[in-house]
Nanobody, 122 residues
Framework: QVQLVESGGGLVQAGGSLRLSCAAS????????MGWFRQAPGKEREFVAA????????YYSDSVKGRFTISRDNAKNTVYLQMNSPKPEDTALYYC???????????????WGRGTQVTVAS
């Protein structure tokens, strides 16, 4: 079992910045590709970004590319999402997820956190 706990969400003004963190349990964190997803009320869950096991490879949705940065620190069992210049449309519940095989929007993610709310004020 892998447990994921997100933190860092909150209220941020458009054009500001926010960093989300996801802490993972266990000794096998570096065995997983990691991803961030989000879901707004009334909408389907949406892929945001992913990062490979070593952190060398990243993948972003077009909607956040150039504004958000995903990173990880395997020594701390933590993955981050740096949100720069957030927009009101970025408002959503943000989830951290772990995948044993593959990465990106079509990958099957095996474990999910409970989410952290991000609200962007215009």
């Amino acid at each position: 079992q892998v447990q994921l706990v997100e933190s860092g969400g909150g209220l941020v003004q458009a054009g500001g910045s926010l960093r989300l963190s996801c802490a993972a349990s266990g000794r096998t964190f570096n065995s997983y590709n990691m991803g961030w997803f989000r879901q707004a009320p009334g909408k389907e869950r949406e892929f945001v970004a992913a990062i490979s096991r070593s952190g060398a490879g990243t993948y972003y949705s077009d909607s956040v590319k150039g504004r958000f940065t995903i990173s990880r620190d395997n020594a701390k069992n933590t993955v981050y999402l740096q949100m720069n210049s957030p927009k009101p449309e970025d408002t959503a519940l943000y989830y951290c997820a772990a995948a044993s095989v593959g990465m990106g929007p079509t990958t099957k993610y095996d474990y999910w956190g409970r989410g952290t709310q991000v609200t962007v004020a215009s």
